[in-house]
C-alpha cells in the first residue's frame, strides 16, 4: 500500500494527512472527486479486501497444514536413521534415539507457538493441530519402539527379577565332618 | 543383551563392555608387587647342618617338618636355596659329605639324594630297597674311606647299606635277619674300620652288631636279654655305651658293649634323684658322657662316670632344649643348652666334660609370644684372638627360626607361617582424629625428589635407574600400609591361625606381621592345639566402639573327644580378650546367622556326646536362641562309615548339672551310603558368608531362570572304595564317582549323578546355585572338571510382568525347605589339564560381579578361570541371542591361558589353600593363597569397572579440563565482541 498520500484541504490552513485513507476515509466532510461514486468504490473496496482477506486464510490454512505435515518428513528421516543404527546399544543408536524421543515431545509442548503466525478468526486450525500432534506421537511411539528394540524398556520380567534378592530361608542347618 | 534394565543403562554398558573384553586377566611387567606380595618360608626346622667352610658363603642346610631341604645365609637368614619334597617324602636326615654335598635321606630311608651344596641341584639319587620297615639311620662319617671314596652309612628299611659319596652308587649292603630287630643307633667309632649297629630285639632283648666297614661283613654278633624290658629311646654317651631306661622307666641302663662284650649296669632312678616321681624318659642326644632325662617337668642332667656310675649334675624346672656335641678342638666336644625363664632365655656351652665351666653365658631377652625353645643348633667359628666363639640356632615352640651370637638375635625367621591351617579377615581400625598414621614424607626434600622423579617419569625423560626409583616408590608406597580403613576396603588384616598355635595378623597392604599371639596356655590345659578360626564379633552398626574379635577354637590334646578350649582375640591388637577352658570336647561348630546387639555372632558348638552348646553364654544369645529355636539344625557327616545324618534341638539337657546353654538334639534322618560300593571322599558346603545378589539368572530372550539358592545345601562325593588305592590299582569299569547334592535341613537328595570311570581325588567348590569338581577320569586318562547348575522350577511361572511392577509375587517371601521343591538341574564336563591342589571362587562385596575360579595347580601356581567357562548352558553352535548373552562355544577341554595365572611368574611352594575376601569396592576382591610360602594379590574379575585404574592419567583429565575452560572462555568473548560489532553495522 502506498504511504504519504496526501489529501489537499481548502482554506489557509493546510494538513498532510500521512494516514492512509484510502480504504477508509475518515471524515466525510470532503468531497468526492467529480465522477467518483463512493457507494460503488466502497462496494468495490470491500469485494478486494474479502478477497485478499479470503487469499490470506486460505494461505494462512494452507501453511498450518504444510506445517503440520513437516513432522511426517521428519519422521521417515528418522526412520532412516533408526535403520541405520541398528539394533546394538551404542552411543550413536542411543542418540539417535534419545533425539528421536526428545523431539516429537519438545514440538508437543510448543504445538501452540508452531501454529501461532497462523491463528485467525476464519482459520480452522483444529486440523492440523491434530495432525501435527498425531504425527509427532507416531515420532514418539517410533522412539519409543526403538528404544524397545534396543532393550532399553522393562516390558519382560526378567527385568523386574534381575535384582530380586534370594529369598531368605527360614531353616539353617550347619555342621560337616568333626573337626 | 545379558541384561535389560532401564534403571541402570550405567550398568549395561560395564557388562556390554566387559562381555566384549576377552576374560584374560594378565599384568603388566611394572605392576609386579604393586597390589600383590609373596612371601617365602620353610617350616618348622627338624634338622640343621652347619656348613662354615672357609671358602664360600657361610650357610646352614635344615631340614624342616613340611619337608623341605633350604640352604639359609647365615648372616641374613635368607634363603640360598630350597626344596619341596613331595608330602610322603618325608626328610629322615640331613647331612654334608665331603663339605660340598648335601646328603638327605628321605621316604621312609628309601630315598637318598645328594644336593650340590653351593646351589642345590640334586647330584644323585639312590633307592634303597629293603626287607621291612624300620627306623632310618643316616650316619656320614668324615674319615672313613673305602678305596678313596667317602662313604656314608645308611641303616634303612631293616638292611644297613654303604653308599658312595660321589655317585651314590651302594657299595656293599647287609641284611639284618632277625625279624623283630629294631636299630637304635648306628655307631662308627672314628678312625676305625667298624660300624657298630645296635638296637632291640623282642622288647627285652639288647643286640649288638659288629660289622666291618669296608664289605660289610659281620664280625660279631651278640645279644643279651634284661627281663623287663626297654624304652626305645637310647643316648649315646660313649662310642662304646649307650644309655636306655627300663620299660617301667625307673631304672636307667647303662649298656656298653666294649670289644663285642655286652654288659648291663642298672640304677634306680630314685637313687639319684631323690624326689622323682613318675616314669621318666630319655632325650634322644649325642653328648658324651652327658645325657638327659625327664620325668614330668623336670629335665635332669646325668652325667656318667666311670663304667656305669652315675651322677646328677642339674636339675631343672625350666623348659630346656639342648643340642647335640659339637667337637671344637683336639679332643673337646661342646654342647649349647637353652633354658627358658620368663621373658629370657638362658643360653650355655659348656664342655661335654666339664660340666662346672661355662664356655659362654648369656641372657636374651625373648618375646614371651614365641614360647619356649624347643631345638638348639651349635656352631662355632673362630674370634680374632683364637678364642672360640659360638652361634646357636634356635627353633621356638611357634616354629620360628633365630640365630643368636654374641648375646644378641642376630636375625629371626617366622616359619610358622609355613604351616597355616585357618584364616580370616578383619577389618582395621577407622580413620580417626588422634589415630596415628603412618609418616606420609619424610621430608620436603624427598618429597620433592619423588615428585620430580615421577614428572619425570611422565614426561618419558626418566633414565632406567629413574624408571627403578619410581617403581620402588611406587612399590613401598605408605599408602597401602597405612593402618586405617581405606575407602575402599583393600587394606584388612588377615587373621592366620598356624599349626603352632600361634595367631599372626598380616597386612593385607605389605604382608608385614602387625602382631602375633601365641594361644594361651592354661592349668587345665599345657598344650592345646589349634583348630580353628571363626569371625566371633564383627562390629559395623551400632557396636562400632567394639573392636572386632576372633574366635580360636583349640583342643586339648590329640584325640577328638578332648576338651576344648576357646580363645577370644582383639584382632585391632591380638590381645587375648578372654579363654575359656571347656569342659565338654568340640567336635562341631556351628556359626549361626544372629548377632547379638554387640555383633557378637552366636556359635553352637558340638560336643562328642552330640549335646549343642551355644555361645556367647548370655541371656540375650539364649533369648535370641530360643526364639529360632525350630529353625536350627544340624548335620554330621561320618565318613569312616559313609554315613550322613541329620539332627534337631530338642530340649535342655538332662544332667547333674543345670546348664540352660547345653542343649539335647536328636536324630532326624540319615543318608547311609552303601559301604560296598561308596565311601564319601568330599563333602563341600556353600560358603557361610557368601552374598548372592540376585536370584534370576537372565538367559536369551529376555527370559529368566530362577536359581535355586539354599545355604543349607551341601555336595557330597563319593567314589567306589577300591579307588581309594593309587593310580593304577582299579580299572575304569570298576570305577565310578558319584556327585550328590543333599539339603541338610531335610536330607532330601536333590540330584545325584554318576560318573562312570572317574575316581578322586575330588576337590569341589560351591557357590550361589553351583557347584564345579575336579576329578581323574580313567577312561580317557585326563582330568576332568564338572559344573553343576540348580533351577529352582517352582518359580519359573512367574512371568507376568504386571504382577511383578505392582510386587503381587512371593519370590521373595520367605520359604521352609520342607515345602518341596522343585528343582531342575544343568550339568556339563570338561577336560582340564592340571591336576589340581585347592579350587576357590572369588567373593566380591554384593555379588554383583561375575565370578572366576581360581584354581591352585600342581605347579603350585593359581590359574584363574572365569566361570563362564563352565557353563552347562554351552554349546557347540550357540545362537546369535546366546552369543550376545555371552556363552563361549562349547569345546572339549578348558582353555588354560598363560597370562591368566594370578601368582605371575611366583610360585606358592606346598600351595595348600585359597581364601577370598570381598573388597569394599564391588569389582574387587582380595585372593590369599597358602602353603609353605604366602602370595596375596587383589583381582578384579570383571575389571575394575567402578573406579579408575592405577595407571588413569590425571594430568591429561585435569589438562583436558583446563583447556576446555579455557576454550570456552575464549569463544565466550569472541562471539560477544561479534554481537557488538553486528549492533553496531
Not at chain 1, 498532510?16 to 460503488?40: E, H, K, M, Q
Not at chain 2, 586405617?484 to 595378623?505: E, M, P, S
Not at chain 2, 580378650?577 to 544372629?594: D, E, K
Request: net charge neutral; glycine share 6%.
Amino acid at each position: 500500500m502506498e504511504k504519504g498520500k496526501g489529501v489537499m484541504g481548502s482554506g489557509q490552513r493546510w494538513a498532510v494527512d500521512f494516514s492512509d485513507n484510502s480504504t477508509a476515509p475518515s471524515s466525510r466532510d470532503i468531497l468526492d472527486p467529480l465522477g467518483f461514486t463512493r457507494a460503488s468504490v466502497d462496494q468495490d473496496d470491500s469485494t478486494v479486501s474479502r478477497q485478499k482477506k479470503d487469499a490470506e486464510s486460505n494461505w494462512k490454512a494452507q501453511k498450518a497444514w504444510e506445517v503440520a505435515q513437516a513432522p511426517f518428513k521428519n519422521l521417515l528421516m528418522m526412520g532412516f536413521m533408526m535403520w541405520m543404527a541398528g539394533n546394538t546399544v551404542h552411543l550413536f543408536s542411543i542418540g539417535i534415539t534419545f533425539s528421536a524421543l526428545w523431539q516429537p515431545i519438545s514440538a508437543l509442548q510448543g504445538v501452540g507457538k508452531v501454529f501461532e503466525p497462523y491463528k485467525d478468526s476464519k482459520v480452522e486450525l483444529l486440523g492440523p493441530k491434530l495432525l501435527f500432534i498425531a504425527l509427532n506421537l507416531g515420532g514418539l511411539a517410533l522412539g519409543v519402539w526403538k528404544l524397545n528394540t534396543l532393550g532399553l524398556l522393562p516390558t519382560h520380567a526378567s527385568d523386574w527379577v534381575s535384582s530380586l534378592p534370594p529369598a531368605q530361608e527360614v531353616e539353617y542347618s550347619g555342621g560337616g565332618i568333626p573337626i | 543383551m545379558a541384561i535389560r534394565s532401564f534403571f541402570i543403562p550405567f550398568l549395561l554398558f560395564v557388562l556390554c563392555f566387559c562381555s566384549s573384553l576377552s576374560p584374560v586377566l594378565s599384568l603388566y611387567e611394572d605392576q609386579v608387587g604393586l597390589m600383590d606380595w609373596h612371601q617365602q618360608y620353610i617350616g618348622k626346622v627338624k634338622q640343621a647342618v652347619f656348613s662354615t667352610q672357609k671358602t664360600g658363603r657361610r650357610r646352614v642346610i635344615v631340614s624342616t617338618e613340611e619337608n623341605v631341604i633350604a640352604s639359609l645365609d647365615l648372616r641374613h637368614g635368607e634363603i640360598f636355596w630350597r626344596h619341596l619334597l613331595g608330602s610322603n617324602d618325608v626328610i629322615n636326615g640331613i647331612d654334608i659329605g665331603l663339605g660340598k654335598y648335601v646328603i638327605t635321606l628321605s621316604s621312609g630311608g628309601s630315598i637318598l639324594r645328594s644336593w650340590n651344596l653351593p646351589d642345590g641341584q640334586m647330584v644323585w639319587e639312590s633307592f634303597l630297597q629293603g626287607p621291612k620297615h624300620s627306623k632310618s639311620l643316616l650316619l656320614v662319617p668324615t674319615n672313613l674311606k673305602i678305596e678313596k671314596d667317602n662313604v656314608i652309612v645308611v641303616f634303612s628299611n631293616g638292611r644297613l647299606h654303604a653308599v658312595s659319596c660321589i655317585d651314590g652308587e651302594v657299595l656293599w649292603k647287609k641284611d639284618f635277619e632277625a625279624e623283630s630287630f629294631e636299630a637304635q643307633q648306628v655307631i662308627q667309632p672314628s678312625g676305625s674300620d667298624l660300624i657298630y649297629v645296635v638296637g632291640f630285639s623282642a622288647s627285652s632283648q639288647f643286640k649288638m652288631y659288629q660289622i666291618n666297614a669296608r664289605n660289610g661283613e659281620l664280625l660279631k654278633h651278640e645279644s643279651a636279654t634284661f627281663s623287663s624290658g626297654f624304652l626305645r629311646e637310647v643316648s649315646l654317651v660313649s662310642s662304646e655305651m649307650v644309655v636306655a631306661l627300663d620299660s617301667t622307666g625307673s631304672i636307667l641302663l647303662a649298656i656298653s658293649f666294649q670289644n663285642g662284650e655286652i654288659s648291663f649296669q642298672e640304677t634306680p632312678i630314685s637313687n639319684l634323684v631323690e624326689d622323682s616321681s613318675g616314669p621318666a624318659v630319655i632325650i634322644p642326644l649325642s653328648v658324651p658322657g652327658i645325657f638327659v632325662i625327664k620325668t614330668n617337668s623336670v629335665t635332669i642332667f646325668i652325667k656318667v662316670i666311670g663304667k656305669g656310675k652315675f651322677e646328677v649334675v642339674e636339675k631343672t624346672n625350666h623348659e630346656t632344649a639342648v643340642s647335640n656335641a659339637l667337637p671344637i678342638s683336639e679332643g673337646q666336644q661342646a654342647f649349647a643348652l637353652v633354658q627358658h625363664a620368663g621373658s629370657e632365655i638362658h643360653l650355655a656351652v659348656k664342655l661335654a666334660h666339664d660340666w662346672d665351666d661355662n664356655l659362654l653365658k648369656e641372657s636374651i631377652k625373648m618375646d614371651q609370644q614365641r614360647g619356649i625353645p624347643h631345638k638348639v643348633f651349635i656352631n662355632n667359628y673362630i674370634r680374632t684372638d683364637r678364642s672360640h666363639g659360638f652361634r646357636l640356632l634356635i627353633v621356638m615352640e611357634d616354629h620360628s627360626l633365630l640365630l643368636l651370637q654374641q648375646g644378641a638375635v642376630v636375625w629371626s625367621r617366622e616359619d610358622g607361617l609355613a604351616s597355616i591351617i585357618d584364616v580370616t579377615a578383619s577389618e582395621l581400625p577407622l580413620e580417626r582424629d588422634g589415630v596415628s598414621v603412618a609418616k606420609v614424607e619424610h621430608n620436603l626434600f624427598e618429597w620433592l625428589k619423588g615428585h620430580m622423579l615421577k614428572l619425570k617419569g611422565t614426561l618419558m625423560l626418566a633414565s632406567p635407574k629413574d624408571v627403578a626409583a619410581i617403581q620402588s616408590m611406587r612399590i613401598k608406597s605408605s599408602e597401602k600400609s597405612k593402618m586405617t580403613r581405606d575407602h575402599n576396603g583393600f587394606r584388612k588384616l588377615l587373621i592366620v591361625l598356624t599349626r603352632a598355635g600361634k595367631l599372626f595378623a598380616l597386612h593385607t597392604g605389605d604382608g608385614r606381621v602387625v602382631w602375633s599371639h601365641l594361644l594361651h596356655k592354661s592349668e587345665a590345659c599345657q598344650s592345646p592345639i589349634g583348630l580353628n578360626l571363626y569371625q566371633w564379633q564383627v562390629p559395623h552398626h551400632h557396636a562400632l566402639d567394639e573392636n572386632p574379635s576372633v574366635l580360636v577354637i583349640s583342643r586339648c590334646g590329640p584325640s577328638s573327644d578332648a576338651p576344648g578350649v576357646l580363645s577370644f582375640v582383639d584382632t585391632y591388637t591380638g590381645k587375648e580378650l578372654n579363654s575359656l577352658s571347656l569342659i565338654h570336647a568340640v567336635v562341631q561348630v556351628i556359626p549361626l546367622p544372629y548377632t547379638d546387639s554387640t555383633e557378637q555372632r552366636l556359635h553352637l558348638l558340638v560336643d562328642s556326646d552330640k549335646h549343642a552348646h551355644l555361645y556367647p553364654k548370655t541371656s540375650e544369645a539364649l533369648s535370641i536362641f530360643k526364639h529360632e529355636f525350630s529353625n536350627i539344625y544340624w548335620y554330621s557327616v561320618e565318613d569312616h562309615n559313609g554315613i550322613i545324618k541329620g539332627h534337631a534341638l530338642k530340649c535342655m539337657c538332662i544332667g547333674e548339672v543345670v546348664d540352660e546353654f547345653c542343649f539335647d538334639t536328636r536324630d532326624l534322618w540319615s543318608v547311609v551310603f552303601p559301604s560296598e560300593s561308596e565311601k564319601i571322599i568330599a563333602t563341600v558346603p556353600r560358603k557361610l558368608n557368601e552374598v548372592v545378589h540376585t536370584q534370576a539368572k537372565v538367559i536369551a530372550d529376555q527370559d529368566v531362570m530362577y536359581k535355586y539358592i539354599s545355604r543349607n545345601i551341601l555336595f557330597v562325593a563319593t567314589v567306589a572304595p577300591k579307588c581309594s588305592g593309587g593310580i593304577g590299582s582299579v580299572t575304569p569299569e570298576e570305577s565310578w564317582l558319584v556327585a550328590y547334592l543333599i539339603d541338610t535341613v531335610t536330607g532330601r537328595i536333590l540330584h545325584r549323578v554318576t560318573h562312570h570311570g572317574a575316581r578322586g581325588p575330588v576337590h569341589a567348590v560351591f557357590s550361589e546355585n553351583w557347584v564345579v569338581y575336579h576329578y581323574f577320569n580313567l577312561r580317557a586318562h585326563r582330568y576332568e572338571m564338572s559344573v553343576i547348575e540348580i533351577y529352582d522350577q517352582s518359580r519359573a511361572d512367574n512371568k507376568d510382568v504386571w504382577k511383578l511392577v505392582f510386587g503381587k509375587h512371593n519370590l521373595t517371601s520367605p520359604i521352609s525347605l520342607f515345602s518341596r521343591p522343585e528343582v531342575i538341574t544343568k550339568s556339563q564336563s570338561y577336560f582340564f589339564t592340571h591336576s589340581v591342589k585347592a579350587i576357590a571362587v572369588t567373593s566380591t562385596a554384593k555379588g554383583i560381579t561375575s565370578e572366576q575360579l581360581l584354581i591352585g595347580t600342581i605347579g603350585d601356581q593359581v590359574l584363574a578361570l572365569d566361570k563362564r567357562f563352565l557353563d552347562p548352558r554351552r554349546s557347540v553352535n550357540p545362537t546369535q541371542a546366546e552369543k550376545e548373552e555371552g556363552i563361549i562355544p562349547l569345546t572339549d577341554s578348558l582353555p588354560i591361558i598363560p597370562q591368566s595365572y594370578i601368582t605371575h611368574a611366583l610360585r606358592v611352594e606346598g600351595l595348600r589353600g585359597i581364601i577370598t575376601v570381598p573388597a569394599k569396592l564391588e569389582s574387587t576382591t582380595l585372593v590369599f593363597a597358602h602353603g609353605v610360602d604366602l602370595f596375596f594379590t587383589q583381582l578384579a574379575p570383571s575389571r575394575t569397572y567402578d573406579s579408575l585404574t592405577e595407571d588413569f592419567s590425571y594430568a591429561l583429565l585435569l589438562i583436558t579440563i583446563v583447556a576446555l575452560v579455557a576454550a570456552i572462555i575464549v569463544t565466550w568473548r569472541l562471539s560477544e565482541r561479534k554481537e557488538l560489532q553486528d549492533k553496531w553495522r
